[in-house]
């Protein structure tokens, strides 16, 4: 999924290219993992880059998704921050939940789309309450790159 990303992000013919284009031989990247379904909070200190592939979006219905809820988002997030990272993708998949009538999903419940009983975007929140990372708004260094 990522290699695939990459691809479209930087229109390069291979995952190779791709990853080349945005990064050097000697440069550390790495790859966070969101454990779905564990109840204690997973991070380290030893990621220095978070990346979260955002080229087709999932506003509903997640972590198994369905076609119906997918989004042609052309989005690649990068983040120093975990925590901040993933706040930014909460709040890009909360706005599409909003332009389709859906409340944001903190608040919403389960639906016909959903394996879990409750949503679960809170281990954001928690995970920066804990000192892993920003998850304030107001204390996220956002920047939008655009590029051709």
Do not use: C
């Amino acid at each position: 999924m990522v290699q695939r990303g990459m691809m479209e992000l930087t229109g390069a013919p291979s995952y190779i290219t791709a990853w080349s284009k945005l990064f050097s031989r000697n440069d550390v990247v790495g790859i966070k993992v969101n454990p779905n379904g564990i109840s204690s909070i997973v991070s380290s200190k030893a990621v220095v880059l978070s990346i979260i592939d955002g080229v087709h979006g999932l506003w509903n219905a997640g972590p198994q998704g369905s076609q119906n809820f997918v989004w042609d988002h052309r989005t690649m997030y990068f983040g120093t921050d975990v925590v901040a990272t993933d706040r930014i993708g909460w709040k890009a998949i909360d706005a599409q939940r909003v332009l389709a009538g859906l409340p944001p999903e903190e608040s919403s419940g389960a639906d016909g789309w959903d394996s879990w009983s409750i949503r679960q975007p809170q281990h954001i929140t928690h995970a920066g309450q804990n000192g892993l990372g920003e998850f304030r708004d107001d204390h996220i260094d956002y920047r939008l790159v655009t590029l051709a």
